[in-house]
Structures are given as C-alpha cells and as structure tokens.
C-alpha cells in the first residue's frame, strides 16, 4: 500500500522550496522587467528566479496551508513567496464555503500593501474580489470596488479595475466601465494600461459596447489606455482612432 506524502503546512517550508528552485540568471531578467531600481514601481523587490508554472504547483500542493502562515509568506520581501502566498488563496477561495470565502476576501482586503505589483494583482484580484463581489448587493459591491479605484494606492487602484474581470467574462460590463471612467485620468501607466485591457477584453464579447464607450471617451483618455483598448481591431481601424487622437 502506497503511503501518502505528507508536506508540512508552514511558511517557512514554502520558502525553502523556492529557495530551492532559485534560479539566478532568471532572477536578474526578472528584476529588470519588473522595474525594481531606484524610483521605479517596483522598487526593492527581490526575486528567486521561479517560474509561474512552478510556483502553481507549490501553490497546489499547500492550499491547506492556514492563513495566518499565508500572511508570513505574503509578508515576505521576495516576490516568489508573495505569488505563492496569493495563489494559494486563489486555491483556497476556489474550494471552500462562502463564510470562508468572506474571511478570505477579508485578508486580502486587509493585506492589500503586500499585493504590490502588476503580476501579484492580475493573478488574484479577479478571481478573489472579483468573484466575491460579482453575487454581493450593488451598495456592498460599490463600496468596496470604488473604494479600491479612489485610493491613494497604485497597486489598490489596479486591484479595482482588475477585479472586474471576473464581470467580463460574465458578460456584465457596468462596473468595469464605470470604474474606467474614474481611472481615466490616472497619472500612472500601469493603470492605464490595465483600463485598456479591460476595455479590450469587452470588446472581445461585445464590440459594440466598447466602442459606444470609446467614441465618448477616447479623445480624453491616454494613448497608452487607447492603444490597448483598440488592439485586436482591424488596421484600418486603429489608425482610424490614433490619427483622431493626435
């Protein structure tokens, strides 16, 4: 009879496996793509060299692990271990009931200055913010979303529009659309960049609905948000939108 391998449900085992998995050239491409030098968004932020696909895997194989270890790890300096951390709650919110579902949502909410890059936040928001609220009453869902896109911070104004994703891909566009026009005038590129993939991963389900927000909004909007947004339309068309927006 085959025993059952048992992993130890801590932190600090998580990080020793990462630590394991290290790797160095990757790690050094890593911290150069993810901005982390002096001034830059991601500045300080150290990286194991750890792939995505490796870190699922860990993910998966402690979704068990309790959230008060899940916080040493997103507490972590090291990028890996944060993505770990996050992914595990995905795993977590994924699985469980709803009364858990709301504690996860409450953590994450709580814990928002470890969700501190781009990567961190595409992987989680949606699937966690996103899915909670997408059933929540309209006041409740408001609150917390608008919230998220009004504030001081980069990384909670990326988790708003983010989290709206998950709406998308049910074809509900409301929130996603009214939380881009408040992040419209944002003075960071990353939200303009995420503004613009939302907007394009409307236009994949319904064209028309996209640009109805467009033809109202493109001429204000930054060409970063633009171009995203118009990027699987016809040539013709795109240039169409940048030679108005010039």
């Known amino acids: 009879m085959r025993t059952a391998v048992s992993f130890p449900m ?7 496996t990462l630590e394991i998995l290290q790797n160095k050239e990757k790690a050094k491409v890593l911290a150069g793509f993810f901005k982390t030098g002096e001034g830059e968004y991601g500045e300080g932020d150290q990286f194991l060299g750890v792939t995505v696909p490796e870190s699922r895997k860990i993910a998966k194989q402690y979704k068990s692990l309790p959230l008060p270890e899940i916080l040493l790890l997103l507490q972590n300096p090291v990028h890996e271990c944060r993505l770990v951390a996050l992914l595990i709650l995905v795993e ?3 699985n469980t009931t709803t009364t858990q579902q709301k504690e996860i949502v409450d953590f994450y909410l709580k814990n928002t200055e470890y969700i501190n890059s781009w990567d961190l936040v595409d992987l989680s928001a949606d699937k966690i913010i996103g899915a909670y609220f997408f059933n929540e009453e309209e006041n ?3 609150k917390v979303l608008l919230s998220l896109t009004k504030s001081n911070d980069l990384w909670e104004r990326r988790i708003s529009i983010i989290s709206t994703f998950y709406f998308i891909k ?4 409301d929130e ?5 026009e408040i992040l419209l005038h944002d003075k960071h590129d990353l939200i303009h960049k995420a503004v613009g993939w939302m907007l394009r991963e409307i236009g994949k389900r319904d064209k028309l609905v996209e640009e109805d927000f467009l033809k109202k909004q493109f001429k204000t909007m930054s060409r970063t948000t633009l171009r995203y947004a118009i990027e699987r339309f016809p040539e013709e068309e795109r240039k169409r939108y940048l030679d108005k927006k010039a």
């Open 10 to 16: 801590d932190a600090a085992t998580i990080v020793r």
């Open 176 to 180: 996603t659309l009214e939380i881009a």
């Open 170 to 173: 049910k074809n509900r566009f």
């Open 140 to 142: 409740k869902r408001n």
């Open 92 to 94: 977590k919110f994924q």
